[in-house]
């Protein structure tokens, strides 16, 4: 090869280069973007618009999975006629090449979608005259948030080097797609939290205290009507009373601070749980179970998340059931640790929307990687069952095995 | 209102499902010779068993029920026993909780970190309104 030819490759290799530099202090600013900013919105709006015109193409565009999984929503675009971002939607599955993208769980190019095989071109595609396209799925914890794709009304053969760009801009969203979602099912559980902590202290101390204070007016009562043995019983009364209240109050502080809960055994949280809800509720008749053999080193966080999610569910027992009798179990199957709180109350019906403790429930169990099963029907009681996998870490600390705190998540 | 002798005797319902509370409340209205506790519950159904059954002149609802709220009552009370008056109790008296009451058709609220004394005064008044 002459000198002339030299040049000439050393060009074309220079501006791909060139190509591929611009690409990635793209992802690299686009990633400095979705750290310092939490607006996902105008992520998104920013990430179109710089995928369009790195590429050198008219339309780009985020689509989003709608609950259900049937269709699409164009959640962020450039280049689509005016008023379809936010509205226009487009087909899961091969009505689209999106769907189609999602179902192949990887990126997608086509030189031509008119005469593609795989997918049927969208109406927003055919209605804006694309012939080249690319597509990339935007991945999830819990299943793919959507597709970002670029596309044109000029015949063009997209390049690897295109499909890793869009690839690592898909990701940078799905970094601050993951983050904002786990954001809001943090202040959920915090919300759902701080609810039953006020409603254990409105339902316990609070009324404990009230009727303490009456026993005392009562005392003075009596005093005054020259009747010190009634006035005694009655502040004997208001003192075992006081003691309940102190004791409620210093059980809901433990219950505040969950580092203590960390430090304990599982068994025994759940025991000192279970007593706190007798105190409260004299009446009803609960009984623990632990699996003999149940390990008895610390509870870790996990275990802490575990002990919430069986402190709700007595809560709605408590609350809602009106149960004479209530069984709480805990205990190893295989590689699962099993919770179970079921009752002999009157149960709800599947008409019953799942409330907000329910849904933290639920919510806890998945950050757990585990599932929470709910049976109950009208008159039948109610029983919630809690699944999660123990890993190695876990369950080594659980045996208290080791010195440190389990993972287990 | 029944009659005994010379004196008219108010017919109490107590509705709480803090049994310590609800016993004393019933202590305190028992010692005065003009009033009666006739029934007691701990939730609002075992409450409407009791206001089909027995009936009252006077009720005393503590608003937090396992099963309810102590308003909830008041309609249900109305259409049985036309006549009767209702005295809310209340641990926590937020402005929500007096609307929610108010809207019921209570007839008083009181604070149940008051005196028992109150709830009383209270219910004698209201059974001979």
């Given at each position: ?409 | ?44 159904e075992e409450a409407r068993g ?38 809310i109790l209340s641990a926590s ?37």
């Amino acid at each position: 090869m002459g000198a002339h030819g030299d040049d000439l490759v050393g060009k074309r290799v220079e501006a791909a280069l060139g190509a591929r530099a611009r690409q990635q202090v793209l992802v690299a600013e686009l990633g400095l973007k979705a750290l310092a900013n939490d607006d996902l919105r105008s992520l998104m709006d920013e990430a179109v618009v710089r995928v369009a015109r790195t590429l050198g193409v008219e339309h780009a565009k985020i689509v989003e999975v709608l609950p259900g999984g049937e269709e699409l929503l164009l959640r962020a675009g450039v280049g689509w006629r005016e008023g379809l971002v936010g509205r226009a939607k487009e087909d899961a599955g091969c009505g689209s090449q999106a769907g189609y993208t999602l179902l192949s769980d990887e990126p997608v190019v086509a030189d031509d979608v008119r005469a593609e095989a795989r997918f049927r071109p969208s109406p927003l595609l055919v209605e804006h005259g694309v012939v080249s396209s690319v597509t990339v799925v935007i991945p999830g914890h819990l299943g793919s948030y959507g597709v970002l794709g670029a596309h044109t009304s000029k015949r063009r053969v997209f390049s690897e080097d295109d499909v890793n760009f869009l690839q690592a801009v898909a990701n940078v969203l799905a970094a601050a797609i993951e983050r904002e979602r786990s954001e809001e099912a943090v202040g959920e559980i915090r919300e759902a939290e701080r609810a039953r902590v006020a409603r254990d202290l409105h339902d316990g101390a609070l009324q404990d205290l009230a009727y303490g204070l009456a026993e005392v007016h009562v005392a003075e009562m009596y005093l005054g009507n020259d009747d010190p043995g009634s006035g005694a019983a009655a502040l004997g009364r208001a003192s075992s009373a006081l003691r309940r209240v102190s004791k409620g109050l210093r059980a809901t502080v433990n219950d505040l601070r969950l580092g203590e809960e960390r430090d304990r055994s599982l068994p025994r949280l759940v025991e000192s749980l279970v007593e706190r809800m007798r105190r409260m509720d004299p009446d009803r008749d609960i009984r623990l179970e632990v699996q003999e053999g149940f390990p008895s080193g610390l509870a870790g966080d996990a275990g802490a998340e575990v002990l919430r999610v069986v402190g709700e569910a007595l809560t709605n027992v408590r609350r809602h059931s009106g149960a004479r009798n209530v069984r709480v179990s805990l205990g190893l199957e295989g590689e699962d640790l099993v919770a179970e709180v079921s009752d002999d109350g009157r149960g709800f019906g599947p008409e019953t929307a799942p409330g907000i403790g329910r849904s933290s429930m639920r919510e806890r169990a998945e950050a757990l990687e585990g599932i929470l099963e709910v049976e109950s029907g009208p008159d039948e009681g109610t029983r919630v069952l809690l699944r999660v996998p123990v890993g190695d870490a876990w369950r080594d600390a659980l045996r208290g095995e080791t010195g440190t705190h389990g993972e287990g998540r | 209102m029944t009659e005994t002798g010379a004196v008219r005797v108010v017919r109490v319902m107590l509705v709480d499902d803090h049994a310590d509370f609800r016993r004393l409340v019933a202590a305190v209205v028992d010692r005065e010779a003009d009033l009666e506790v006739v029934s007691q519950a701990g939730s609002l159904e075992e409450a409407r068993g009791r206001i089909a059954s027995v009936g009252c002149d006077v009720a005393v609802l503590d608003m937090s029920l396992p099963d309810g709220v102590g308003s909830d009552l008041i309609a249900g009370l109305r259409e049985i026993c036309p006549g009767s008056a209702v005295l809310i109790l209340s641990a926590s008296l937020d402005a929500a909780t007096l609307a929610r009451v108010k809207e019921a058709g209570a007839d008083e609220v009181l604070d149940k970190f008051g005196n028992p004394a109150e709830v009383v005064g209270a219910i004698r008044q209201l059974g001979a309104g």
